[in-house]
């Protein structure tokens, strides 16, 4: 059976994961609208974008967490009214929505992994204005609507911070990296292929609408990442230095402890949650990109 696809964002790094995710799916049509295609801030042209498609994937949120402290109406008119016109739109048309979210929808000072229902407590712009959204799916697409929350996404297809500590690696002998802040990388070609699943099974029945954790297994530091990285890469891990978060103070409060904890939702699916994060980080960086970005690095080039 043929189904219609539609990824928001699609010129993000997770929205071109999950295009090419989609593309070697024979049964599946795919449309890929990006920021200059579709303006999430209007209800018509949300509409007009899902009509005629069975799922919306959508990876168009505001990424920059530290620039909605600065401008938290556009921030906010794209995580939360954006997201409310999409969703209405999804209900009109009987389509299935898989919306991307974070883990800035929590506080990140329990020092205990968070539940797929654990209350929501954000302390930025950022989180205020991405519980807007999750609402709003849970709202209006109680049996159709499915919030994936990630953390610390990476790949080849936008900044992020493994490509920063790979690119800096080749200009400077050391790095200083927060070491008090939790989290789960997580490559954003696996949760392509999961969102790609999840997809699946909601439209044959056997994913029940809600909440979904879609992160690696495990948890390190922003340092521990770093450290690995470089070792994976072939770089010496000594060359990273801890340091507290208020040695580099951001914009944008970020979770100390933002580990995103029982991925049960997945298991009730029938689908196996993502692998360990340094497993999914070693097999990225074992792709063609990553591997020329950490040749590069080893030569300074």
Same mark, same amino acid.
């Given at each position: 059976?043929?189904?219609? %696809?539609?990824?928001?964002?699609?010129?993000?790094?997770?929205?071109?994961?999950?295009?090419?995710?989609?593309?070697?799916?024979?049964? #599946?049509?795919?449309?890929? +609208?990006?920021?200059?295609?579709?303006? /999430?801030?209007?209800?018509?042209?949300? $509409?007009?974008?899902?009509?005629? $498609?069975?799922?919306? +994937?959508?990876?168009?949120?505001?990424?920059? !967490?530290?620039?909605?402290?600065?401008?938290?109406?556009?921030?906010?008119?794209?995580?939360?009214?954006?997201? &409310? =016109?999409?969703?209405?739109?999804?209900?009109?048309?009987?389509?299935? *929505?898989? $919306?991307?979210?974070?883990?800035?929808?929590?506080?990140?000072?329990?020092?205990?992994? @968070?539940?797929?229902?654990?209350?929501? &407590?954000?302390?930025?712009? $950022?989180? &205020?204005?991405?519980?807007?959204?999750?609402? #709003?799916?849970?709202?209006?697409?109680?049996?159709?609507? @499915?919030?994936?929350?990630?953390? %610390?996404?990476?790949?080849? =297809?936008?900044?992020?911070?493994?490509?920063?500590?790979?690119?800096? #690696?080749?200009?400077?002998?050391?790095?200083? +990296? +927060?070491?008090?802040?939790?989290?789960?990388?997580?490559?954003?070609?696996?949760?392509?292929?999961?969102?790609?699943? *999840?997809?699946?099974?909601?439209?044959?029945?056997?994913?029940?609408?809600?909440? @979904?954790?879609?992160?690696? #297994?495990?948890?390190?530091?922003? @340092?521990?990442?770093?450290?690995?990285?470089?070792?994976?890469?072939?770089?010496?891990?000594?060359?990273?230095?801890?340091?507290?978060?208020? !040695?580099?103070?951001?914009?944008?409060?970020?979770?100390?402890?933002?580990? /995103?904890?029982?991925?049960?939702?997945?298991?009730?699916?029938?689908?196996?949650?993502?692998?360990? %994060?340094?497993? *999914?980080?070693?097999?990225?960086?074992?792709?063609? !990109?990553?591997?020329?970005?950490?040749?590069?690095?080893?030569?300074?080039?």
């Amino acid at each position: 059976m043929t189904t219609r %696809w539609l990824v928001t964002g699609a010129g993000g790094m997770l929205g071109r994961d999950v295009l090419a995710e989609l593309a070697a799916d024979p049964d #599946a049509v795919v449309t890929g +609208v990006g920021r200059d295609q579709f303006d /999430l801030t209007r209800p018509a042209a949300a $509409h007009a974008a899902v009509a005629g $498609h069975h799922v919306v +994937v959508d990876c168009a949120a505001w990424p920059d !967490v530290d620039r909605a402290e600065e401008v938290e109406a556009a921030a906010a008119a794209a995580n939360g009214p954006g997201v &409310r =016109h999409l969703a209405r739109a999804c209900a009109g048309s009987g389509t299935i *929505l898989l $919306h991307v979210s974070t883990d800035d929808v929590f506080s990140g000072d329990t020092g205990e992994p @968070y539940p797929e229902d654990a209350p929501t &407590r954000p302390v930025d712009a $950022h989180g &205020r204005d991405t519980v807007a959204g999750e609402q #709003a799916v849970a709202e209006l697409l109680p049996r159709s609507g @499915y919030v994936v929350r990630t953390a %610390w996404l990476y790949g080849v =297809h936008g900044p992020n911070f493994v490509t920063t500590m790979l690119e800096l #690696a080749a200009r400077r002998e050391t790095l200083d +990296v +927060v070491a008090d802040q939790y989290g789960r990388p997580t490559w954003s070609r696996a949760l392509a292929r999961q969102l790609a699943a *999840l997809g699946r099974a909601a439209l044959a029945g056997r994913a029940p609408a809600g909440v @979904y954790h879609g992160t690696a #297994a495990g948890r390190t530091t922003w @340092y521990g990442l770093a450290r690995e990285t470089f070792r994976l890469s072939g770089l010496d891990p000594e060359r990273i230095r801890p340091v507290g978060s208020a !040695v580099l103070p951001r914009p944008a409060t970020r979770p100390a402890f933002g580990v /995103l904890g029982e991925h049960g939702s997945w298991s009730r699916t029938g689908l196996v949650p993502l692998p360990p %994060w340094d497993a *999914l980080l070693a097999a990225a960086l074992d792709t063609p !990109v990553f591997a020329a970005m950490a040749a590069a690095a080893r030569t300074g080039g």
